[in-house]
């Protein structure tokens, strides 16, 4: 089981003639194989400065990182080997993916870097990894110009999926997408975070998607945890202020999850 330990993280900006600025303040969580944590908020809340310590785009000004006991190394293949355990699906299909590339360079990027596969096996690999995140083979040489916003998160997806990671970073996965095709993706992630024990921090604004696709709940609110807990309990009894604004602002759960269980894209869309 791979454990990840977010602990007493925070991330200070200097801002000239107003002193410090803390986009995160003594943040902690433990995110384990298997299990999802979602992190809400509203916008400027932490979440995303969150996402960007894990994948080392930014470094905390304090706190620890642990991947299993063991600091995030900094440099060298100590950081590769992190970064093909720890993996990130960005918010934005249309930004994420480079369009001058095929979606074959897009998958076999990772596979190469990370010597996942031997190279007689990288086409079959780019193939599999399609069909993992239900979309045809076929679709390999196409550029993502030619994909739906759906199909091409998806991508984003298999690429994310392509160095066999134990923990993935969702970043609003879905907040790009038509509303008739989010819980298409959704669901996909949740399947795929079952089939390989994944362990899943899905970041959000939705507490109605939170409550759906998570085994706890944290809430974030300018950068300091408000509340957290399992994901039924924060939603149905919220002890903070802040989280029942969040809830009541949410939309009515039976009209997101009641009536489908897939979504309505599909491969050859």
């Keep these: 089981m791979t ?18 600025m803390y986009a995160l303040d003594d943040v ?13 908020g509203q916008s400027g809340s932490g979440k995303s400065t969150i996402a960007k310590i894990l994948t080392q785009l930014e470094l905390p000004s304090s706190g620890e990182i642990l991947l299993d006991g063991r600091p995030i190394p900094r440099r060298g293949r100590g950081l590769r ?12 299909p249309y930004a994420s993916l480079n369009p001058y590339h095929t979606i074959r360079h897009h998958l076999e990027r990772p596979l ?11 086409d079959a690999e780019v193939a599999r990894l399609l069909e993992k995140v239900r979309l045809q083979p076929d679709m390999a040489d196409r550029h993502p110009h030619e994909l739906s916003g759906g199909q ?15 923990l993935l970073i969702a970043d609003e ?29 899905y ?20 950068g300091v945890v408000v509340e957290s807990g399992p994901a039924d309990r924060v939603i149905l009894d919220p002890q903070n202020e802040y989280t029942r604004r969040l809830r009541d602002a949410s939309p ?6 009641g009536a489908r269980s897939t979504g309505t894209e599909e491969a050859g869309e």
């Design 81 to 92: 080997a992190y970064r093909q355990q720890v993996r990130m699906v960005f918010q934005d």
């Design 112 to 122: 190469r870097l990370h010597h996942v596969v031997a190279r007689t096996e990288v």
């Design 152 to 166: 091409r998160q998806r991508v984003a997806i298999a690429r994310a999926l392509a160095s066999r990671p134990s």
């Design 28 to 40: 902690s969580f433990t995110l384990t194989s298997g299990r999802t944590i979602a992190l809400v």
């Design 3 to 20: 454990t990840l330990e977010f602990t007493n993280v925070s991330r200070r900006y200097k801002i000239r003639g107003a002193g410090d």
């Design 173 to 201: 996965p879905v907040s790009m997408l038509d509303v008739s095709i989010r819980l298409g993706v959704l669901n996909l992630l949740a399947d795929l975070q079952r089939d390989a024990n994944l362990g899943v921090l």
């Design 203 to 222: 970041i959000t604004h939705d507490l109605a998607t939170a409550r759906h696709f998570s085994d706890e709940i944290m809430v974030l609110n300018r």
């Design 252 to 257: 009515n759960p039976d009209l997101l999850f």
